[in-house]
């Protein structure tokens, strides 16, 4: 949920994206800058449908707790920040954090607050409790892709999910689960079916779902970052490395986080309560995501096995696709298509996506 507004939510939120759409989603919502209040607080998220009324049901036990009216408005135009931030208009209390390519600018402008000084005395506890892949840089640097600047961290992160899975039913496997990609391609099927099975169209972005598993496979071959370097043009698609054990706490996902735009008492009071455990466990019970707190119950099988994989994680590494130009995106999910139908073409349409690499990049 970026880009960052609307790229991280679900899909379906990210491919409506097309025009400005303001709902004022809860009595008396507006859109500004909540000056400094400690009775009422501005939001916005690219939410809607059951997404919009989980986060809704996570806000009404702190309306009622500390008398503080959230006013949520649902913005599904990625670029309405970045507009009100260069016009230098209001801007929401709370909302998700920029694309990562206006992170710094926003930072030094001081348009973004720091979430220690969001949570305050809270902050470790924070740290503590969430998945560390979610708020730790490799090497103690900048990570744009989670919000880290300059040491410090500007997006809150409140809920995350694993991608590219592979699933098996039980019933027809019966045999261990492989652990390896060489045992996972040794497994024989059964005579007459095939060993993999999966849907690829969605209508215009048809062949997405098979770049989560190329996604898969080069982190963990190559490591994060070759992976980073690829999302950013800067590493080949006719270089793939061989898979190498040492990336396996890679994992595919992404996530939902906040940023506070205005440092008022009611918005770090948000900011703070969307931090615990109590809230996320209200959208984990909601169904269809996973909270970024380690210690959050899950009663389906699917999503506490996911939420393992989320706690092992080295590094959660965000959709490569959804980052890239839109050239490269459509270029790099129609080969999927192309490579699946005729298995042949992949060095031709390897060399053809580093054509389409070498321009799209540039604009």
Known sequence: MTEVLARLTSRAVALGLGGLMLIACTAGGGGGGGGASSTDVTVWSAWGGQELKAFQDVLKPFEQKEGIKVHLTTVRDANQLAINVDAGTSLPDIAPGPSIDKLKDWVSKGVMKPVETALGDKFNDYIANTYPALTTSTGGGDNLYIGIVGGKHYELMVKTQVKGLIWYNKKVFTAAAPKTLDELLAIQPPAGAKLFC???????????????????????????????????????????????????????????????????PAARKLMQYMATADAQQIWV????????????????????????????????????????????????????????????SLDAELKRLDQVQSVAYKT
């Open 198 to 264: 999966a849907g690829f169209e969605s209508g215009d972005a048809s062949g997405w779902p098979a770049s989560d598993q190329i996604d898969n496979i080069i982190m963990r071959q190559s490591g994060d970052k070759v992976y980073t370097d690829w999302i950013n043009g800067k590493q080949k698609w006719t270089s793939h490395p061989s898979v190498n054990p040492q990336y396996d706490g890679n994992v595919n996902g992404f996530y939902d986080q906040f940023a506070m735009y205005n440092d008022t």
């Open 285 to 344: 019970k909601a169904g269809g995501t996973l909270g970024a707190i380690k210690s959050l119950s899950y009663t389906d099988p699917i999503f506490k096995r996911a939420a393992d994989v989320a706690a092992s994680a080295k590094n959660l590494l965000v959709t490569a696709g959804d980052f890239m130009p839109s050239d490269m995106q459509h270029a790099f999910w129609k080969s999927l298509l192309n490579v699946t139908k005729n298995p042949g």
